[in-house]
């Protein structure tokens, strides 16, 4: 008898041919930037940990103590019997950190897009989405029963005609929701939200961002992308994040009117039907709150080394792309290229990742770094020195 399983391996060992399985580096020891990596001391020049949150000591020290208060889990989903009174302190104290009427913490970013997309729009809706989306975003969509148009990276006037025909359609789509993400992770550009805004309020459609990279880092004080373009809750619908990047701990949360988080909870199978975070989770993300608002100077050191990287890797020669943020794309062309390099880079105790084709298109393969808050000028220069060093060798720049 044939074995059904047999796929399994025939598909993987087609990944494996065409270099394209993920091989596991495995980090020794806490997520700094100065860290263990399959047992060399590397400098992390690929975590989303922006602001050095993941291992700094209010963070650590909140989730010791909630272990100690409330135990290891919360015995529950959050609807039934999984809600603790520091799930409940999170969310109020985002909704202040987001001047927001409300917000709601789901157990992921993935969890949130693909739980509250698809009961925002339904059958004779219309999603409207940037191409260059992220794949939760994706999957969100996927899960609707609503038509779907795309429109072009970042470009509005695209975006236009594509909310210019869907007044045409008939039967009038009941509802129109544009989603984007604020800040585009391959290649550390910013979506134009005003632009997108004035966009949505014109054809009367609904906005949502997903800021996961933009959390601790855009606006004032790490606020977000909305924050950023000094944007309103009646502008944009939904605000979408992660305490899985600059926050370095874990969870999704929305943030906007009284009646989004009511609407939500109530209706996101996600939130409803699986468990709630541990209070380790809700703590350290609490404390991660705290650390933001009283310790500005991680958002400001984390732009300063982000101007300093981009300016010596120019002037080195390097190609940064059209990066507006941390995340900050060292262009090489070939994937092949990309690959070298990035195994050179670790050989010289840099660890930063490639990211080849099919993640980007063909010929646009690239070393991805990303800045974070807790990096010395020293580990920088090191840094930009192993980059020169490298690119050298190979011929790159
Ligand atoms: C990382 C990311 C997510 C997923 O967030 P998690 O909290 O890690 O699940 C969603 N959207 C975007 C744009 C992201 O970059």
Redesign the pocket.
């Known amino acids: 008898m044939r074995d059904p399983s047999a796929f399994l391996a025939q598909e993987y060992g087609q990944l494996v041919d065409r270099q394209l399985d993920w091989k596991l580096r495995v980090l020794h020891g806490p997520s700094a930037p100065r860290c263990d990596v399959d047992g060399r001391e590397v400098l992390m020049l690929c975590s ?1 940990n922006y602001l050095g949150f993941s291992n700094h000591p209010r963070l650590r020290d909140a989730a010791i103590r909630a272990v100690a208060s409330h135990g290891a889990g919360s015995g529950s989903v959050r609807p039934i019997a999984g809600t603790m009174d520091l799930h409940m302190e999170l969310e109020r104290r985002l909704a202040k950190f987001k001047d927001a009427e409300a917000s709601l913490v789901y157990q ?6 693909a739980g509250l997309i698809p009961q925002l729009v339904g059958e004779g809706d219309l999603v409207v989405s940037d191409e260059l ?2 794949g ?2 994706i999957d969100g969509v996927r899960l609707s029963r609503a038509e779907r148009a795309v429109y072009r990276h970042a470009d509005v006037e695209d975006l236009r005609r594509v909310l210019r025909e869907s007044e045409e359609h008939r039967p009038a789509y009941r509802r129109v929701l544009i989603v984007t ?3 585009f ?1 391959m290649d550390g550009d910013i979506a134009p939200l005003d632009q997108i805004a004035k966009a949505a309020a014109d054809h009367g459609a609904m906005l949502y961002v ?1 800021d ?2 933009g959390e601790g880092v855009l606006g004032e004080g790490g606020r977000g992308i909305v924050s950023h373009f000094h944007l309103t809750r009646d502008q944009v619908h939904v605000e ?1 994040g ?4 600059a926050f370095g701990v ?3 949360h929305i943030s906007g009117s009284r009646a989004l988080v009511n609407f939500a909870c109530n209706k996101s199978r996600t939130w409803l039907l699986s468990g709630s975070h541990p209070p380790a989770v809700a703590a350290a993300c609490l404390a991660a709150i705290d650390v933001l608002e009283s310790e500005p100077q991680h958002v400001r050191r984390l732009w300063e080394l982000t101007e300093r990287f981009k300016r010596e890797m120019a002037g080195s020669g390097f190609d940064v792309g059209r990066s507006q943020t941390p995340i900050i794309p060292v262009m090489v062309g070939e994937s092949s290229t990309a690959r070298r390099l990035s195994d050179r880079l670790f050989e010289l105790g840099v660890f930063a990742l490639p990211i080849i084709y099919p993640m980007v298109a063909q010929g646009k393969a690239r070393i991805r770094t990303i800045m974070n808050a807790a990096l010395t000028d020293e580990d920088l220069t090191e840094a930009i020195a192993a980059f020169a060093r490298a690119g050298r060798e190979l011929g790159i720049r």
């Open positions: 989303n992921s970013g993935f969890a949130t897009n989306n992220h939760s975003i993400d604020g800040v992770s997903d996961a990279h979408m992660t305490f899985s990047k874990v969870g999704g």
